[in-house]
Each structure stands twice: as structure tokens, then as C-alpha cells.
């Protein structure tokens, strides 16, 4: 069964020179109990397609076309106050700063509190969940740690921290956006492992964004590569990194520093830039910067499905 | 709550570890200790006429004299305390209520609602406070709520935009779109997430207000617009003396010495406070 399932969902946003395609035809979904990464450089609509989950979209933006089904009930036909009350319950979030996604004038454990505002639990109650949370993402003195504030904390406890409060309701789908990337890299490593494994003690799914390939590859059972707000290519994350379809996957994975066995100067890069998106042309999204582009990519690509991968090319087709 | 106390007792240790914030809470305590207990330690009814005393010096029947009606000053003066403390008080703390509520809503609300309170708290400001108050006096008479209106009417705009300039910048901090992604509603982002992050400054911003308010109440008593007859209150004292200063300067000096102690003790305080919970303004 599919947590998330996200069906051609579009997004625009309305700017002074006219309308932005952040999403265009997005679709992907979020088995249960499974870990699904997303992929893609900056720019791509990883935030956009977040927020449209959400329901948190900037006063500009608008689902205009498409379907955000998770647990069979359509997000985008619900109310505030509906997805309000799924917020922080079924759904929960980490965010890439854990600098700024504390409050720094509230004390850790009052802020724990906060989040079971819903709960009918006594406030003791509460706080014993918050310390046993606190427990299970390895932080020490966890009595002391509810009285003291978030700039009391290290970069790597405060992520701990923040991702302790996520899990707190149990959701059904934690969104992380690129939770390691403010981390060095035994930060990185140390909260990879703890996303796993609370991951597999609560149950639920993980939609994990990172443009780290290498956190991707060790943390995710599917891949979802995202370029300029289309989904490139999908599949599971053996199926990405040994046979990538899309040209774009290709050369991003080429791209990897990690990749690398010399030394050189001269890291891999992909020539050009994300498109406009406010200047839509038909064909293929990447066709500006392949490099095995050909005359027929000027117009739409064929979605092409094999042994549950997919891509958007032409070449796929000959 | 017993975390609140001991946060209240740690500052009130590092105010009274400075030598002009301990003077500051030495001259707030001694009167707002005269205001609390006036009715003990006033040795005559504020209000009591009594024309075979009048224009008396200070002795030991009348430790402050009395004036040109008789009446006993040091009574007065304690009496008065008590207006001028309880209007400063009243009226900033209604003034912090009324400022952060609309400040907590200009910042957060809609974009047409945040100009239009921008435009009304500007056109407020630019009345000077005196011709704010004649208008007011002229249009409901001079009292006591005249007074604590035009204190509410000066403070609230200025109030409101330090609120609203930080509900602004602190609308998109992430911990607010956190706290949103994890289901807080707007009354709870405000309450829980923002207050708390802006009402520190605002509060150390009002406590040296409270010598302005007091002023403004002993000046507009002065000028007959505040509080009314008999009632005592340090301007009207001043007043009374001012007629006869030449020959009985006791009178003036019984009103203006509590004016001029109160501000400067609430004074040293707000300055210590600010020094105190912001160390990057201290000047060494």
C-alpha cells in the first residue's frame, strides 16, 4: 500500500512576469515502510513539492492541476483546519537549519510540549514522552535537556533534537528536507543511521530530500531524480545508481565528487543552467543541456516503464 | 513557574549588583512603599481643610508643611504618590496590551491591514502630546481617564511598530514554518512562538516609560487638565505651591521633590534592566 501518491500534480506560481511552472506533472509515490528519496539540484521543486504537501504553498502559489493522495484521502481538497490537524501528526517535518528551526527563546522541553498540544495526556505524562523521545535520539542528561534552550546545544543535538520532535506523534510520513546538510560528515553519518533506525522502530515512511547522492544511495529504497520541476526518472535505488535511464541522472551521478579515483582540478559538471521556467517550450525539460540531444527531443518526451523504472527520453524509445 | 521566580530572582540579583540599579529600586521601593500604605502613614486626611493652618512650614505635626488651604502636604504628597503610580502603571500596562495586540496583527496579517495601522499609528505620533492632550481635555473635561487615554494614545502606536517590525522579520524565521509543518495554528504560532521572541526588548522599553507617564500625569494635574480637585496629585501640589513661591517655597518644593524622585528612581531602573538583559548596549 502507498503512504504518499502524488499523481500529475502541478504547481504555479503567479509572479509580475507571469506565471512560474514550479511542478509540472509530477507524479511518485510512497509505499509503506519505505524510504524514497529525492534527488535533483537546486531550483529543481524539491521545496515547492514540500510545501504542496503541506498545504503550506506560498499566498501565490496554486496546486492547479493533479492529485496529492496520502492514506487514500486527497490533500489538496482539504480545508486548513483539516490538514492542519494532520500536520505534525500523520505527517511530520525536518528541516535542513537545525540553527533555525528551534525557537531560541523556549526552552527544548516546553517546545516538546508544544507539539502533544493535541494529546490529552497529563503534563507530566508529556513530558516523560518527551524525555523517552529524547532517549531514543541518543541525547544525554535528557532531564537537564528539557530545561535548557536551543543554543545550548551542538548543530548535530539540536538536529537530534529536531527530529526527536518530529517523530514525537508517531507520524505515518516524515518528510526530512535535506536533514544532513548543515551536518559534517560524521554528523551526517551518525543521523542517517538514527533516521533508519527509528524509521523501522515507529514504521512509518520517509520521504528524504538531499542533493547528497552518497546519503541517498545508504538511506533510500527508492529514488525519485527531479530536474527544473519534472520528475526525470524513478525507480528503486539499485535501478538509479546501476542503471540510470534519464541522460540527466546519468551525468548527475557522474557528477558525484565521491565518484572520483584521481586527483584532479577539475570536478565533473553539467554545462548550462536550469531552464526559465517561465518560458515553457515543448520537448524535453533537459534537451538544452543533454548531451546526446537530438532533433526529435523538441518535442514531448515518452514516458518509458521498464521492470518498475521509469524515465522521461526519447532515446529510451529507439 | 518555580523556573519563572528564579529567573525573576536571578535578575533582580545582577539589578541590585549595580550601584545605579540598586539606587533605582531603593527610591522605587520607598515609594511605591508611601503610595501602598498611605492610608498609614499619612498623619492628616489629604482632603481636610483647615484655614487657621495654611502656609505652615514643615514640624512635627505637619512634616511637610501645609498649603495656602491648610491642608497637610506630607499627606498629600503620599496620596498623590498613589494617582501617579497607579495611573502610570495602568495606563502602560494597557498601553503594552493594546500595542502588542496590534502590533502581533499588523506584522502577521494581511498586507492592506498592516498600511492602513501603519498610516492611523503615524498620524497618532505626529500629534505632540500637550495639543493631544488639550483636545482631549476640551472634548470630555478634565479626569483622571483623560489622563491615562492620552498616555495609552502616545505609547500604543510606538509600541505597535517595535511589535509589528519583529512579528515581520520573525513571520518567515524557519522554527515559525516548523511550527507550522507541524500542524500550529496562527493564534498558536503568535502565542507560543512569536511573543515570546519580541516582547522582551518592548517590556525594558516600557519600565522607562513609567517615569514619562508619571511626568505627563504631574504635567497635565499642573495645567488643571488631569486629575480634578481636591483630589491630591504631585502636579496639582506643584501648582498650588508654584502661586506662592516667593514666600512659601515648601509647597513647591512638597510636589516637585516626589516628582523628581520617582522619575529618577524608575529611571535607574529601566536603564539598569535594559543594561542587564541587553549587554550589547552598555556603554563602559
Known amino acids: ?318 | 513557574m518555580s523556573e519563572a521566580v528564579s529567573k525573576l530572582y536571578k535578575a533582580l540579583r545582577r539589578i541590585l549588583a549595580e550601584p545605579m540599579g540598586a539606587f533605582g529600586v531603593a527610591l522605587v521601593v520607598l515609594m511605591v512603599f508611601g503610595a501602598v500604605f498611605a492610608d498609614i502613614l499619612a498623619t492628616a486626611e489629604p482632603s481636610d481643610i483647615s484655614p487657621r493652618d495654611r502656609f505652615q512650614g514643615p514640624s512635627i505635626t505637619h512634616l511637610l508643611g501645609t498649603d495656602h488651604l491648610g491642608r497637610d502636604l506630607f499627606s498629600r504628597v503620599l496620596h498623590g504618590g498613589r494617582i501617579a503610580l497607579s495611573v502610570a502603571l495602568f495606563s502602560i500596562a494597557a498601553s503594552l496590551v493594546i500595542g502588542v495586540v496590534l502590533g502581533l496583527i499588523a506584522g502577521y496579517g494581511p498586507r492592506w491591514l498592516d498600511n492602513l495601522m501603519i498610516l492611523v499609528f503615524d498620524a497618532l505620533k505626529s500629534f505632540p502630546t500637550v495639543m493631544l492632550a488639550l483636545a482631549l481635555v476640551t472634548l470630555f473635561g478634565p479626569s483622571l481617564t483623560a489622563v491615562v487615554v492620552v498616555v495609552i494614545l502616545v505609547n500604543v502606536p510606538g509600541y505597535a511598530r517595535i511589535i509589528r517590525t519583529q512579528t515581520l522579520a520573525l513571520k518567515s524565521a524557519q522554527f515559525v514554518s516548523a511550527a507550522q509543518s507541524m500542524g500550529a495554528g496562527t493564534t498558536r504560532i503568535l502565542r507560543a512562538h512569536i511573543l515570546p521572541n519580541v516582547i522582551g526588548p518592548l517590556l525594558i522599553l516600557a519600565s522607562m516609560d513609567i517615569p514619562v507617564v508619571i511626568a505627563i500625569e504631574a504635567g497635565m494635574s499642573f495645567l488643571g487638565l488631569g486629575v480634578r480637585p481636591p483630589t491630591p496629585s504631585w502636579g496639582a501640589i506643584l501648582n498650588d505651591g508654584f502661586a506662592a513661591i516667593r514666600d512659601t517655597p515648601w509647597i513647591a518644593v512638597a510636589g516637585g521633590l516626589p516628582i523628581i524622585v520617582t522619575t529618577l528612581g524608575f529611571t535607574f531602573l529601566g536603564e539598569t534592566l535594559r543594561d542587564v538583559f541587553d549587554p550589547r548596549l552598555k556603554v563602559r
Open chain 1, 1 to 318: 500500500m502507498n503512504i504518499l501518491e502524488i499523481q500529475n500534480l502541478n504547481v504555479t506560481f503567479d509572479t509580475e512576469d507571469g506565471q512560474l511552472r514550479a511542478l509540472r506533472d509530477v507524479s511518485f509515490n510512497v509505499p509503506e515502510h519505505r524510504i524514497v528519496g529525492i534527488v535533483g539540484e537546486s531550483g529543481c521543486g524539491k521545496s515547492t513539492l514540500i510545501n504542496s504537501i503541506l498545504g503550506l504553498l506560498a499566498d501565490n502559489g496554486q496546486v492547479e492541476k493533479g492529485k496529492i493522495l496520502f492514506e487514500g484521502q486527497n490533500l489538496t481538497e482539504l480545508n486548513s483546519s483539516q490538514l492542519r490537524e494532520l500536520r505534525g501528526v500523520r505527517i511530520s517535518t525536518v528541516f535542513q537549519d537545525p540553527m533555525g528551526a528551534l525557537n531560541p527563546v523556549i526552552s527544548v522541553g516546553t517546545q516538546m510540549l508544544h507539539i502533544q498540544y493535541r494529546s490529552s495526556l497529563s503534563k507530566s505524562e508529556k513530558l516523560d514522552n518527551a524525555a523517552e523521545m529524547l532517549r531514543r535520539v541518543r541525547i544525554p542528561d535528557r532531564e537537564s535537556a528539557l530545561t535548557r534552550y536551543p543554543h545550548e546545544f551542538s548543530g548535530g543535538m539540536k538536529q537530534r533534537i529536531a527530529i526527536a520532535m518530529a517523530m514525537m506523534m508517531e507520524p505515518a510520513l516524515l518528510i526530512a528536507d535535506e536533514p544532513t546538510t548543515a551536518l559534517d560528515a560524521t554528523l551526517e553519518v551518525a543521523t542517517i543511521e538514527l533516521l533508519q533506525d527509528l524509521q523501522q522502530q515507529i514504521g512509518c515512511s520517509v520521504l528524504f530530500i538531499s542533493h547528497h547522492l552518497g546519503v541517498i544511495a545508504e538511506l533510500c529504497d527508492d529514488v525519485v531524480v527531479m530536474y527544473a520541476g519534472e520528475v526525470v526518472e524513478r525507480g528503486t535505488t539499485r535501478q538509479i545508481f546501476y542503471r540510470p535511464m534519464h541522460p540527466y541522472t546519468e551525468r548527475l551521478l557522474q557528477c558525484d565528487p565521491a565518484g572520483q579515483s584521481e586527483r584532479t582540478r577539475h570536478l565533473p559538471t553539467i554545462p548550462g543552467e536550469i531552464p526559465d521556467l517561465r518560458l515553457r517550450t515543448p520537448g524535453c525539460i533537459f534537451a538544452a543541456r543533454c548531451h546526446c540531444r537530438e532533433d526529435i527531443c523538441d518535442s514531448t518526451p515518452p514516458e518509458v516503464e521498464i521492470e518498475g523504472q521509469s524515465a522521461r527520453c526519447h532515446r529510451l524509445v529507439a
